[in-house]
């Protein structure tokens, strides 16, 4: 078995954490860093990252997570925020393509331009929706990463975007006209405990029921 699937297999969604552990800078570069290398469709990267340890800050969070305590004991929460859709349309998809293409390859440029707007109307999504599946695969580079450095993670869905997104611009982390919350994951170090929320067993699909091998 490869190393990388041995942390996969490994891997557990932390439910409580050690409130007394804090990354170190050099661990916390590494998780990020993972994120800024993961794959994302035509390597636009559509989206931001934060990474959050004040304490004040994941107070504010606490009443509208869910009340979890992952959001207050862990380390820090890592939180994506990607551009919202007049801005991808309009102004960022054609900035980062001028970064990646030769201004004169008009022929690669429009290649990539047809191809991203065949992907929305193919899937019919919006180009918000199209960069907020960017943040999940780059999580999943994240999540391997955290586990071969011996950080416990858990990705969390479950909290008010509308308020999230007021409390990151009470901290200037944020410009609503222009970005969005989109996807979070605590970080940090499992405590011993763990509530009835975490499953003591890894369960998955077996090997049958999710492949077909053609």
């Not at 891997?11 to 994302?40: C, G, V």
């Not at 009443?63 to 551009?83: A, D, F, H, R, T």
């Not at 869905?157 to 009470?170: C, D, F, P, R």
Request: aromatic share 12%; glycine share 4%; net charge neutral.
């Amino acid at each position: 078995m490869s190393k990388v699937l041995d942390y996969l297999s490994n891997r557990r969604s932390i439910k409580n954490f050690n409130k007394y552990f804090k990354l170190n800078d050099n661990d916390i570069k590494k998780i990020l860093e993972s994120i800024r290398m993961a794959p994302t469709s035509f390597n636009l990267q559509p989206f931001k990252a934060l990474y959050i340890s004040k304490e004040e800050i994941k107070k504010d969070f606490f009443e509208y997570w869910w009340k979890q305590n992952s959001v207050i004991e862990c380390s820090g929460i890592i939180i994506w925020l990607v551009y919202k859709e007049e801005f991808l349309k309009n102004k960022y998809i054609d900035n980062q393509i001028s970064k990646l293409v030769d201004p004169e390859n008009t022929k690669r440029i429009e290649g990539m331009n047809k191809g991203i707007s065949y992907i929305m109307r193919d899937r019919e999504i919006s180009y918000e929706e199209w960069a907020i599946r960017q943040c999940y695969i780059t999580m999943g580079s994240m999540l391997a990463v955290a586990e071969e450095l011996g950080i416990d993670t858990c990705p969390i869905e479950g909290y008010k975007t509308s308020a999230t997104n007021e409390i990151l611009q009470k901290y200037n982390l944020i410009d609503l006209n222009t970005e969005t919350v989109a996807l979070a994951c605590v970080v940090g170090k499992k405590d011993g405990e763990q509530n009835e929320h975490f499953s003591k067993i890894k369960k998955r699909l077996q090997y049958e029921e999710l492949f077909k091998i053609i």
